[in-house]
């Protein structure tokens, strides 16, 4: 079982920059990948950014240049940085992280955390 608990949301300006952690804690083998999903009230869910334990990296279009996505191992812990932020990337940012959890078997489970607000506005 993981348990994820995400920070680091907030009410920020245009232009303004935020940084969202999400540390994962619990009984698991390995994180095969960490991201970060969004959703904006009367729209979908939709990947923000994710990163590889190898910290290989992918983006949305949307957030290219803007936010970075960051790993660190050894706390079980990802980032994302987002600067320049615009009021089009307000929305709740969820964590999600795919887990192996057994040794007896390869499956990898998903898991979300409570999302993080993130409020872009003047």
């Known amino acids: 079982q993981v348990h994820l608990v995400e920070s680091g949301g907030g009410l920020v300006q245009p232009g303004g920059s935020l940084r969202l952690s999400c540390k994962a804690s619990g009984s698991f083998l390995n994180i095969n990948v960490m991201g970060w999903y969004r959703q904006a009230p009367g729209k979908q869910r939709e990947l923000v950014a994710a990163?590889?334990?190898?910290?290989?990296?992918n983006y949305a279009d949307s957030v290219k240049g803007r936010f970075t996505i960051t790993r660190d191992n050894a706390k079980n812990t990802v980032y994302l940085q987002m600067n320049s932020l615009k009021p089009e990337d307000t929305a709740v940012y969820y964590c999600?992280?795919?887990?192996?959890?057994?040794?007896?078997?390869?499956?990898?489970?998903?898991?979300w955390g409570q999302g993080t607000q993130v409020t872009v506005s003047s």
């Open positions: 990163a590889t334990s190898t910290s290989s990296t």
């Open positions: 999600k992280v795919a887990a192996r959890i057994s040794s007896q078997n390869s499956l990898v489970y998903m898991y």
